[in-house]
């Protein structure tokens, strides 16, 4: 049965930390997988997600089997944290939610709900996070790529990312990214978003919009205007939601699919198909990520701690970013690296070539993936000198 299935290369994000855990070098640096870490490189669980787990372990009961939209409360919860708790989108029920296995989970399964919807094809700014498009053509849906960032000038090509988008109609699909876009850390602003939406009012086509690192950009509210305008503007938009970053609940595998149809009984007829697609798949998500934000949204006090929390890791990103940037000022890089401190997110582009990104790895056991996106999470201020040393021989 076997014997001519191809061995296939290790994932090029996901490999990437293998790799660096089998590396014996004292000074390597790990710029890699979009993971939050503090200085001393550790990923802490959040006090309130510990908090919660312990309530949860305390009052369940049992194990049988969740409804098919997950964890009791979850889906209404991350409604209201998305969609805003006064906002009509929310009063009126215009959306609905099914928890998913992760951020993945959430982009699969509208994937394949596209699919049975019969689209032509889903674009996408180029470039994109590594897995959009295996993951979405795996849904089988063709992908095209308009370009979205000038490597070379380290900015959003918003001119030629319009015009490629324009080019869309009604049975085509427009994939964003909520905040933080990843790999590029360049968000667009929201003059940008409403030329976006007036194109989409237009020619017609869906806006899917996906969502990973809420919070992590300028805070919870403002990173989540993208989608609450979106959901107010058009008559029907999907966003996939994850909370591996903002929860820190990355191996519990907990994400959403948020639909909004163009009435109340179109939203359900989605909502069933996502149920319907996920029962042919993983029959329903696993509980224990969506209990506990269940427990953290649903209580104020832990809600508090959370937010307080996912405050603190937004600022540690932003003072990562300056200490890139200061220290390169003092080095050949001069002001070659300011544009990391006007990003947002986990993540930036360097302005480098593969063959670079190969020799950071095997020559100076730097990690960054390839394409040149470096995670500032890896930085800290222990190896940032180093760091900056490095990037001087590549780049200047
Ligand atoms: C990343 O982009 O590094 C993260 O979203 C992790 C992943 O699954 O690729």
Known sequence: MFEKTELLPPDPILGLSKMFRDDPRENKIDLGVGVYR???????????????????????????????????GFADNILKLVLGEDSAAYREGSCSAVQTPGGCGALRLAGELLARSGIEGLTVGS??????????????????????????KSEIDFDAFVAGVRK???????????CCHNPTGA??????????????????FLVFIDT?????????????????????????VLVSYSCSKNFGLYRERTGALILKGKTTERTKALHSQAISIA????????????AIV????????????????????????????????????????????????EQYGMFSLLPISNDVVEKLRTEQGVYAVSGGRINVCGVNESNVGHLIGVLEKYMA
């Not at 990973?212 to 950009?217: E, L, R, V």
Request: hydrophobic share 40%; net charge negative; charged share 25%.
């Open 212 to 236: 990973a690192y809420h919070g992590f950009a300028k805070g919870l509210d403002e990173d989540a205007w993208i989608v609450r305008k979106m959901i107010k503007c058009l008559p029907e």
């Open 168 to 178: 869309l109609g009604p049975k085509d699909v427009l994939l964003l990214h909520g």
């Open 279 to 290: 029962r042919g798949i993983y029959s329903m998500p696993p509980a224990h990520g969506g």
């Open 127 to 152: 470039p994109t996070w590594a897995n959009h498009i295996p993951l979405l053509s795996a849904a089988g849906i063709n992908i095209h790529t308009v370009p979205y960032y000038d490597a070379a």
């Open 187 to 204: 968000d667009l602003s929201r003059d940008q978003i409403d030329q976006i939406i007036d194109i989409a009012l237009d020619r017609g």
């Open 38 to 72: 503090t200085p001393e490189g550790k990923t802490p669980i959040m006090t309130a997600v510990s908090e919660a787990q312990q309530l949860v372990v305390n009052k369940e009961v049992t194990k049988a089997y969740t409804p098919a939209d997950g964890a009791p």
């Open 294 to 341: 269940n427990e953290i949204l649903s209580s104020d006090e832990l809600t508090a701690l959370w937010k307080q929390e996912l405050d603190e890791m937004r600022s540690a990103v932003t003072d990562n970013r300056q200490n890139l940037v200061t220290a390169a000022r003092s080095t050949r890089l001069g002001n070659r690296l300011d544009f990391i401190g």
